[in-house]
């Protein structure tokens, strides 16, 4: 629970960052896998998909990648 909470603050905090809004405070799990990190060490990788809104009121995508508890990309719809 603490690296789903960990990502909503990520994610919260990008989107007032850009200016937008996350939809429904949600961020929801739709991969996990184990990966090693720069040092070698065994670390979960979650990915968490969520939506978000733009100041025209227009919904889009966006996916978080944690390794660990350390946010490792982000990516975002292009439009």
């Known amino acids: 629970m603490q690296a789903r909470e960990i990502g909503l603050v990520i994610t919260k905090q990008l989107c007032s960052d850009m200016g937008t809004k996350l939809l429904d405070d949600a961020i929801v799990l739709s991969h996990l896998r184990v990966k090693r990190d720069d040092q070698g060490r065994l670390q979960i990788r979650r990915i968490y998909s969520f939506r978000y809104l733009d100041n025209q009121n227009d919904i889009h995508h966006g996916t978080l990648i ?8 982000v990516l975002l719809d292009s439009k």
Request: glycine share 12%; aromatic share 0%.
């Open 66 to 73: 944690l390794l660990g508890k350390k946010q490792e990309s």
